[in-house]
Protein backbone atom coordinates (compact mmCIF):
# COMPACT_ATOMS: atom_id res chain seq x y z
CA UNK A 1 0.00 0.00 0.00
CA UNK A 2 1.52 3.50 -1.38
CA UNK A 3 1.90 6.35 1.60
CA UNK A 4 1.77 9.65 0.83
CA UNK A 5 2.40 12.37 3.59
CA UNK A 6 2.56 16.39 2.96
CA UNK A 7 4.24 18.83 5.09
CA UNK A 8 5.25 22.71 4.60
CA UNK A 9 1.79 23.79 5.65
CA UNK A 10 1.34 26.82 7.58
CA UNK A 11 0.36 30.00 8.19
CA UNK A 12 1.73 32.56 5.88
CA UNK A 13 1.00 36.35 5.22
CA UNK A 14 -0.38 37.38 1.57
CA UNK A 15 2.37 37.66 -1.00
CA UNK A 16 4.24 35.32 0.71
CA UNK A 17 5.96 32.37 -0.12
CA UNK A 18 5.66 28.32 1.22
CA UNK A 19 7.13 25.10 -0.70
CA UNK A 20 4.91 21.71 -0.01
CA UNK A 21 6.31 18.42 0.35
CA UNK A 22 5.03 15.34 -0.29
CA UNK A 23 6.98 11.98 0.47
CA UNK A 24 5.75 8.28 -1.02
CA UNK A 25 6.61 5.29 0.44
CA UNK A 26 6.91 3.91 -3.14
CA UNK A 27 8.63 4.96 -5.67
CA UNK A 28 6.32 7.03 -8.45
CA UNK A 29 8.02 5.08 -11.61
CA UNK A 30 5.71 6.07 -14.44
CA UNK A 31 3.34 7.53 -12.24
CA UNK A 32 1.66 10.96 -12.53
CA UNK A 33 1.65 13.16 -9.39
CA UNK A 34 -0.63 15.75 -8.48
CA UNK A 35 -1.37 18.59 -5.94
CA UNK A 36 -5.07 19.78 -5.11
CA UNK A 37 -6.61 21.43 -2.02
CA UNK A 38 -10.28 21.91 -0.48
CA UNK A 39 -11.94 24.30 1.60
CA UNK A 40 -15.32 23.37 3.13
CA UNK A 41 -17.34 25.59 0.12
CA UNK A 42 -15.71 23.91 -2.51
CA UNK A 43 -14.87 20.37 -4.70
CA UNK A 44 -11.37 19.39 -3.99
CA UNK A 45 -9.34 21.59 -6.86
CA UNK A 46 -6.75 20.21 -9.12
CA UNK A 47 -3.55 23.01 -8.73
CA UNK A 48 -1.09 21.00 -11.05
CA UNK A 49 0.21 17.48 -12.41
CA UNK A 50 3.69 16.20 -13.41
CA UNK A 51 4.04 13.38 -15.36
CA UNK A 52 6.96 11.01 -14.85
CA UNK A 53 8.55 12.56 -17.69
CA UNK A 54 8.41 16.10 -16.18
CA UNK A 55 5.65 17.85 -18.27
CA UNK A 56 3.69 19.99 -16.05
CA UNK A 57 -0.19 21.11 -16.20
CA UNK A 58 -1.04 23.94 -14.15
CA UNK A 59 -5.02 24.91 -13.23
CA UNK A 60 -5.78 27.89 -13.95
CA UNK A 61 -6.20 29.44 -10.32
CA UNK A 62 -1.98 29.01 -9.67
CA UNK A 63 -0.69 29.32 -13.03
CA UNK A 64 2.19 31.66 -13.13
CA UNK A 65 1.94 31.35 -9.40
CA UNK A 66 3.01 27.84 -8.54
CA UNK A 67 5.39 24.90 -9.31
CA UNK A 68 5.35 22.18 -9.05
CA UNK A 69 8.76 19.21 -9.20
CA UNK A 70 9.42 15.86 -8.06
CA UNK A 71 12.39 13.98 -7.39
CA UNK A 72 12.01 10.46 -7.93
CA UNK A 73 15.03 9.06 -6.48
CA UNK A 74 14.03 10.88 -3.34
CA UNK A 75 10.25 9.29 -4.06
CA UNK A 76 9.39 12.96 -2.90
CA UNK A 77 7.32 15.61 -4.93
CA UNK A 78 7.33 19.29 -4.34
CA UNK A 79 4.54 22.50 -5.02
CA UNK A 80 6.53 25.61 -4.38
CA UNK A 81 3.47 28.39 -4.31
CA UNK A 82 4.33 32.06 -4.50
CA UNK A 83 2.63 35.15 -4.62
CA UNK A 84 0.37 34.01 -1.98
CA UNK A 85 -3.39 35.65 -1.15
CA UNK A 86 -5.95 35.00 1.28
CA UNK A 87 -8.39 32.93 -1.61
CA UNK A 88 -5.77 30.11 -1.69
CA UNK A 89 -5.83 29.61 2.15
CA UNK A 90 -7.03 25.31 2.02
CA UNK A 91 -6.33 21.84 3.14
CA UNK A 92 -3.28 20.73 0.71
CA UNK A 93 -3.25 16.98 -0.70
CA UNK A 94 -0.99 15.38 -2.86
CA UNK A 95 -2.05 12.61 -5.04
CA UNK A 96 -1.74 9.77 -7.55
CA UNK A 97 -3.72 10.55 -10.45
CA UNK A 98 -5.44 6.83 -11.60
CA UNK A 99 -4.89 5.77 -8.37
CA UNK A 100 -6.77 5.99 -4.80
CA UNK A 101 -3.16 7.30 -3.27
CA UNK A 102 -4.06 10.41 -1.26
CA UNK A 103 -2.33 12.14 1.12
CA UNK A 104 -3.69 13.23 4.84
CA UNK A 105 -3.18 16.74 3.96
CA UNK A 106 -1.73 19.88 4.95
CA UNK A 107 -3.27 23.46 6.32
CA UNK A 108 -2.11 26.10 4.40
CA UNK A 109 -3.27 29.67 6.16
CA UNK A 110 -2.76 32.63 4.12
CA UNK A 111 -3.21 36.03 6.39
CA UNK A 112 -4.96 39.49 4.45
Known amino acids: QVQLVESGGGLVEAGGSLKLTCTASHSPTNQSVGWYRQTPEQHRELLAV???????RYGDSVKGRFTISRDDAKKTFYLQMDRLNPGDTAIYYCHWPGTTHWGQGTQVTVSS
Open 50 to 56: IMSGGRT
